[in-house]
């Protein structure tokens, strides 16, 4: 505890905006599973963001950017170092052109609905990805044969050493659910290019892909989407319910009976409910198929 109030009045010198000691992780992720964050930190502006960073790096303590927590499984002890938010300084967006800069914590929905109302087409059949264009770009988020790398023009960094560094497209190696960048960069703002559309028939289009999410998703109950990765050639969600998998549950953590790909909390599920969920998938797919 003395430790905790030492470095939260160190930490209160350099930083000026929101900090939450002790921060409950389930509070900040879709699966609402996750133990307590040493703090939990709102950066007012870049300014204070790169005084956390250089803070974290002086002092040795681990840290942590958080998007909107869609894609994360959090330990029940939770975590031992500083969890940095974007979300309430890094949401401007402004657009000249086909071009469209975004920061790096506004929600893809919002980003979707700023470019369908002024009709910017090429995001389209990303709606209902709930998480942020920072998560997004890390992850290459994709749906229905659309990725979020196919109309990234740039992005900003802020490296390990407060230092901000601007990447080109071409400069990024993206992938499938990929992105080749050092892990402890963060993204701060990101440039796209999209096409003329309609909005008129942008917001149908995204209708009928929101439907589509509805009627195959488990969105009623906490998950963090889709689990596993898509084998070559094949979907995960056909191997593990070709495995017997549907409806398999450890503790609270269920295979999710209407996508086999969802995990899903139940009720009360931990983070080790989830992981031994996980591993006794992969071990019948693989039992079954010869697929890891």
Known sequence: MEKTTVLFKKLRQVFRGKILANELLSEHTSFRIGGPADFYLYPKDLEDLIAV????????????????????????????????????????????????????????????????????????????????????????????????????????????????????????????????????????????????????????????????????????LPSAGSVFKRPPGDYAGRLIEEAGCKGLRIGDAMVSRKHANFIVNCHLASAQDVRRLIEEVKERVFRRFGVE
């Open 53 to 220: 960073v250089d803070f974290c790096q002086r002092e040795g303590i681990h840290r942590f950017v958080i998007g909107n927590g869609t894609n994360l499984l959090v330990n029940d002890s939770g975590y031992r170092g500083i969890v940095i938010d974007l979300s309430e300084a890094f949401v401007h967006i402004n657009y000249k052109g086909n071009m469209v800069t975004v920061g790096s914590g506004v929600m893809m929905r919002d980003l979707l609905r700023y470019c369908t109302e002024r009709g910017l087409s090429g995001l389209e059949p990303l709606v209902g990805i709930p998480g942020q264009v920072g998560g997004g770009i890390w992850l290459n988020a994709g749906a229905y044969g659309r990725e979020i790398g196919d109309a990234l023009r740039s992005i900003r960094l802020l490296d390990k050493f407060g230092t901000l560094e601007k990447l080109q497209r071409e400069e990024i190696n993206m992938g499938y659910r990929h992105v080749d960048l050092p892990h402890d960069v963060i993204i701060v703002e990101a440039q796209f290019f999209f096409s003329d559309g309609n909005p008129k028939e942008m917001e149908l289009v995204q209708k009928s892909y929101l439907k589509k999410r509805k009627e195959k998703q488990p969105l009623s």
